[in-house]
């Protein structure tokens, strides 16, 4: 049986022991779990005879030692992973690095029971996490997952938002929206940002490949007055898209992106401090392929020439917090303002247009839009290690959008302009409180309000037509949870949740009909798991079982024949288990790795202009199985080429995603693949060169897939295999 820990021990750990009454919810993982726990018992025992003199000595200092107060200035985590009852993939700084993962999306694509569906380009991709998501996004509001950086939310289809500077992206798992001013109903992805610090640090990094690939970034930070910290970063990547014009031979599009964040940190008092940041991302020729399959070995498009060069994207986003720490609480306002201008074109290639429709000729769509959002979050929040957690916030966002349409059909035009304006007040609030030495109670509960104004004008062939609507709607959403401390080390944990996806105007409506809101989708969750860890840190080991209903879900149907795009409501569901680790074998390997399995389908029975949706089909882009697997070894080498201690610093990784439907139609499949990415490199202290190869085994997959007729389907290519060099240093 476990031993019963020491009660003053126990308040050290991240996760007590306390009690020893094991409620009946969770007896039904304790096989699975039993032969880590007697690992740890037996290295627990060890450690604490090993200790215990140390740890007898400490207590006794700290009985007749006064302690001073403790003033916190720094930004701390909204939230401790290990300690929620809900799972969380988080990522950190030296993996997003060693990993090469330059982008939310990447990020994404390679975490186990999370699809993406992307044509490669700005503003069109689809996320799924654990097959819980919009069967196909109709709209910039939607938040069936949310964004957020370093605390504000910014719109959810922005996956094209880059890693620089990053510290760490959490992925949360479930429906959000009690804990911070974020909210999503299948997840949350949180990015947190380096922030300054008084020690001077600096970093450069350079990378050259195949294929024009090319990747220069530099950061900067430290104190410029006692009071005062900054830091600044940019990158810019560039590369030749790997699909080629078949009628000049060259790459399609030249991708750029240059991106900068500036930052400072500056203390006002003893118990008051401010961040204030600023940063952009501007995106060019960054295409959204339309490729008529079967692609071929060297895929290919036939174009105009620069069909591509018009598209551009500028993301800003800035920010300033202000924080006061009482004795045991904190209170933070939160001022943040995002901004997006845009560009893009969506060709129909020659060789698509013609099998569609029997003309030799191109067709394009060119679409200009902007948004702008402020937003004001007031939250009040225990400090870390309070014997009761709690939070309680007040949002406010107010966001003006456009997204306007040009056809540049072979005889007309026709121009679309539409106007959005979305309003959200929120109060939410969190309690994590003890019931007994072990069991702990989490709950939250979030309210919501929304207004929604949509202004349009159409011209279909130069007759006008507007149209003008608003719609409000008011939910609740939250969760209740229980945590178990079984063992000091391990944690079991169970949670009810719900989540709201707003309904909304689409972004595509060319007539008045196709204006009209759509529902809202609700989703009922629920969640049963563990996360355990050995006293030394070495093996770490999460899972869970989870299920997921949708009520309403949403989808965009869209008609290649005659372009009109309409939203339809269906009911969904998945359900499904997932297992996940890092095992630190010694201090030269670690093996860190994740296998999800889900089964997600559709509930309804719908008829639509491109074929039925039948009850039982699988969700689009859902693979049943995903799994990652990453090994890092590191091993110091004999000196050579004056290099008096190097070290070899080896990663490689392999994503596996198992076939994917193409729509809720279920048309076709995608076929599953295997992505393996190797570095391999020679550190000298903080100086590195190395060698990297993405998709190593040179496989092809696809981004997305699309049905356009019986006998014509197109999709975007992934990029086959790029190797390079690489160089880093860090001060």
Same mark, same amino acid.
């Given at each position: 049986?476990?031993?019963?820990?020491?009660?003053?021990?126990?308040?050290?750990?991240?996760?007590?022991?306390r009690?020893?009454?094991?409620?009946?919810?969770?007896?039904?993982?304790?096989?699975?779990?039993?032969?880590?726990?007697?690992?740890?018992?037996?290295?627990?025992?060890h450690?604490?005879?090993?200790?215990?003199?140390?740890?007898?000595?400490?207590?006794?200092?700290?009985?007749v030692?006064?302690?001073?107060?403790?003033?916190?200035?720094?930004?701390?985590?909204?939230?401790?992973?290990?300690?929620?009852p809900?799972?969380v993939?988080?990522i950190?700084a030296?993996?997003?690095?060693?990993?090469?993962?330059e982008s939310?999306?990447?990020?994404?694509?390679?975490?186990?029971?999370?699809?993406?569906?992307?044509?490669?380009?700005?503003?069109?991709n689809?996320?799924?996490?654990?097959?819980?998501?919009?069967?196909?996004?109709?709209?910039?509001?939607?938040?069936?997952?949310?964004l957020?950086?370093?605390?504000?939310?910014?719109?959810?289809?922005?996956?094209?938002?880059?890693t620089?500077d990053?510290?760490?992206?959490?992925?949360?798992?479930?429906?959000?929206?009690?804990?911070?001013?974020?909210?999503?109903?299948?997840?949350?992805?949180?990015?947190?940002?380096?922030?300054?610090?008084?020690?001077?640090?600096?970093?450069?990094?350079?990378?050259?490949?195949?294929?024009?690939?090319?990747?220069?970034?530099?950061?900067?930070?430290? @104190?410029?007055?006692?009071? *005062?910290? =900054?830091? %600044?970063?940019? &990158?810019? !990547?560039? #590369?030749?898209?790997?699909?080629?014009? +078949?009628?000049?031979?060259?790459?399609?599009?030249?991708?750029?992106d240059? @991106?900068?964040?500036?930052? *400072?940190? =500056?203390? %006002?008092?003893? &118990?008051? !401090?401010? #961040?204030?940041?600023?940063?952009?991302? +501007?995106?060019?020729?960054?295409?959204?392929?339309?490729?008529?399959?079967?692609?071929?070995?060297?895929?290919?498009?036939?174009l105009?020439?620069?069909?591509?060069?018009?598209?551009?994207q500028?993301?800003?986003?800035?920010?300033?917090r202000?924080?006061?720490?009482?004795?045991?609480?904190?209170?933070?306002?939160?001022?943040?303002?995002?901004?997006?201008?845009f560009?893009?074109?969506?060709?129909?290639?020659?060789?698509?247009?013609?099998?569609?429709?029997?003309?030799?000729?191109?067709?394009?769509?060119?679409?200009?839009?902007?948004?702008?959002?402020?937003?004001?979050?007031?939250?009040?929040?225990?400090?870390?290690?309070?014997?009761?957690?709690?939070?309680?916030?007040?949002?406010?966002?107010?966001?003006?959008?456009?997204?306007?349409?040009?056809?540049?059909?072979?005889?007309?035009?026709?121009?679309?302009?539409?106007?959005?304006?979305?309003?959200?007040?929120?109060?939410?609030?969190?309690?994590?409180?003890?019931?007994?030495?072990?069991?702990?109670?989490?709950?939250?509960?979030?309210?919501?309000?929304?207004?929604r104004?949509?202004?349009a004008?159409?011209?279909?062939?130069?007759t006008?037509?507007?149209?003008?609507?608003?719609?409000?709607?008011?939910?609740?959403?939250?969760?209740?949870?229980?945590?178990?401390?079984?063992?000091?080390?391990?944690?079991?944990?169970?949670?009810?949740?719900?989540?709201y996806?707003?309904?909304?105007?689409?972004?595509?409506?060319?007539?008045?009909?196709?204006?009209?809101?759509?529902?809202?989708?609700?989703?009922?969750?629920?969640?049963?798991?563990?996360?355990?860890?050995?006293?030394?840190?070495?093996?770490?080991?999460?899972?869970?079982?989870?299920?997921?209903?949708?009520?309403?879900?949403?989808?965009?149907?869209?008609?290649?024949n005659?372009?009109?795009?309409?939203?339809?409501?269906?009911?969904?569901?998945?359900?499904?288990?997932?297992?996940?680790?890092?095992?630190?074998?010694?201090?030269?390997?670690?093996?860190?790795?994740?296998?999800?399995?889900?089964?997600?389908?559709?509930?309804s029975?719908l008829?639509?202009?491109?074929?039925?949706?039948?009850?039982?089909?699988?969700?689009?882009?859902?693979?049943?199985?995903?799994?990652?697997?990453?090994?890092?070894?590191?091993?110091?080498?004999?000196?050579?080429?004056?290099?008096?201690?190097?070290?070899?610093?080896?990663?490689?990784?392999?994503?596996?995603?198992?076939?994917?439907?193409?729509?809720?139609?279920?048309?076709?499949?995608?076929?599953?693949?295997?992505?393996?990415?190797?570095?391999?490199?020679?550190?000298?202290?903080?100086?590195?060169f190395?060698?990297?190869a993405?998709?190593?085994?040179?496989?092809?997959?696809?981004?997305?897939?699309?049905?356009?007729?019986?006998?014509?389907?197109?999709?975007?290519?992934?990029?086959?295999?790029?190797?390079?060099?690489?160089?880093?240093?860090?001060?």
């Amino acid at each position: 049986m476990p031993n019963r820990p020491d009660p003053e021990a126990a308040d050290t750990q991240p996760c007590t022991t306390r009690g020893n009454i094991r409620p009946l919810a969770v007896c039904c993982l304790l096989a699975m779990l039993s032969p880590l726990c007697a690992a740890q018992e037996h290295t627990q025992d060890h450690a604490q005879k090993a200790g215990a003199t140390r740890q007898d000595s400490k207590l006794d200092t700290a009985a007749v030692t006064p302690l001073s107060p403790v003033v916190i200035t720094e930004r701390r985590s909204e939230f401790v992973p290990g300690e929620q009852p809900f799972s969380v993939s988080t990522i950190e700084a030296e993996e997003l690095t060693t990993r090469r993962l330059e982008s939310v999306e990447q990020v994404l694509r390679s975490t186990p029971g999370i699809n993406v569906n992307s044509s490669g380009g700005m503003l069109d991709n689809n996320v799924y996490i654990r097959g819980v998501g919009s069967l196909y996004q109709s709209s910039s509001d939607d938040l069936i997952h949310g964004l957020s950086i370093d605390g504000v939310q910014v719109p959810s289809r922005y996956l094209s938002l880059g890693t620089l500077d990053v510290e760490r992206i959490d992925i949360l798992k479930g429906p959000q929206g009690t804990q911070t001013s974020a909210s999503g109903a299948a997840g949350l992805i949180d990015v947190h940002t380096r922030r300054p610090g008084a020690h001077t640090e600096a970093s450069v990094r350079a990378e050259l490949g195949q294929q024009g690939k090319n990747l220069e970034e530099a950061a900067i930070g430290g @104190a410029l007055t006692d009071r *005062l910290s =900054g830091r %600044l970063a940019v &990158r810019h !990547s560039g #590369e030749d898209m790997w699909v080629t014009n +078949r009628r000049n031979g060259e790459p399609v599009s030249q991708p750029d992106d240059l @991106a900068f964040r500036a930052s *400072l940190l =500056g203390e %006002l008092s003893a &118990r008051t !401090s401010f #961040e204030l940041s600023a940063s952009q991302q +501007r995106v060019k020729e960054s295409p959204n392929l339309l490729v008529l399959r079967p692609y071929g070995s060297s895929p290919s498009q036939n174009l105009p020439a620069d069909t591509y060069r018009p598209n551009k994207q500028t993301l800003g986003l800035y920010s300033l917090r202000f924080n006061h720490d009482f004795e045991s609480s904190r209170f933070s306002a939160t001022t943040g303002y995002t901004t997006q201008d845009f560009t893009r074109v969506l060709p129909y290639d020659q060789d698509l247009f013609q099998a569609l429709f029997g003309a030799p000729m191109s067709y394009a769509q060119t679409y200009h839009g902007r948004e702008h959002v402020f937003s004001q979050d007031l939250r009040w929040a225990s400090l870390p290690d309070m014997p009761v957690a709690w939070n309680f916030g007040l949002y406010f966002s107010d966001g003006k959008r456009s997204n306007n349409t040009l056809r540049q059909a072979p005889a007309s035009g026709d121009v679309f302009a539409r106007n959005y304006e979305t309003r959200r007040y929120a109060l939410y609030g969190d309690v994590s409180y003890p019931l007994s030495d072990r069991l702990k109670l989490n709950t939250g509960l979030r309210h919501e309000w929304s207004r929604r104004d949509y202004d349009a004008s159409y011209s279909n062939s130069g007759t006008p037509v507007t149209d003008k609507r608003r719609m409000n709607d008011a939910y609740n959403t939250g969760r209740i949870g229980l945590s178990y401390a079984w063992t000091r080390q391990t944690t079991l944990y169970s949670s009810l949740a719900r989540g709201y996806n707003a309904a909304s105007f689409q972004d595509f409506a060319g007539q008045i009909s196709d204006s009209a809101p759509y529902k809202a989708a609700k989703l009922n969750s629920a969640e049963l798991g563990f996360k355990s860890q050995l006293p030394d840190q070495r093996l770490e080991i999460n899972g869970a079982l989870f299920y997921n209903d949708v009520k309403d879900n949403q989808t965009l149907v869209y008609d290649t024949n005659t372009f009109v795009s309409s939203v339809e409501n269906v009911d969904t569901r998945s359900k499904g288990l997932e297992l996940g680790g890092t095992w630190r074998v010694d201090d030269r390997l670690t093996v860190k790795g994740g296998v999800t399995y889900m089964d997600a389908r559709i509930l309804s029975n719908l008829a639509t202009s491109v074929g039925s949706i039948s009850s039982g089909n699988r969700m689009p882009d859902v693979a049943r199985w995903s799994a990652a697997l990453g090994i890092q070894y590191r091993k110091p080498l004999p000196e050579f080429w004056g290099m008096s201690s190097p070290v070899l610093n080896t990663q490689a990784d392999y994503v596996y995603v198992g076939k994917r439907s193409v729509d809720p139609q279920n048309h076709f499949d995608m076929n599953s693949y295997g992505k393996l990415d190797l570095r391999v490199g020679v550190q000298q202290g903080g100086t590195e060169f190395y060698v990297w190869a993405d998709n190593l085994l040179d496989k092809q997959y696809e981004l997305y897939g699309y049905w356009g007729s019986p006998t014509v389907t197109y999709g975007a290519p992934s990029r086959g295999r790029l190797v390079g060099l690489g160089f880093r240093h860090q001060l």
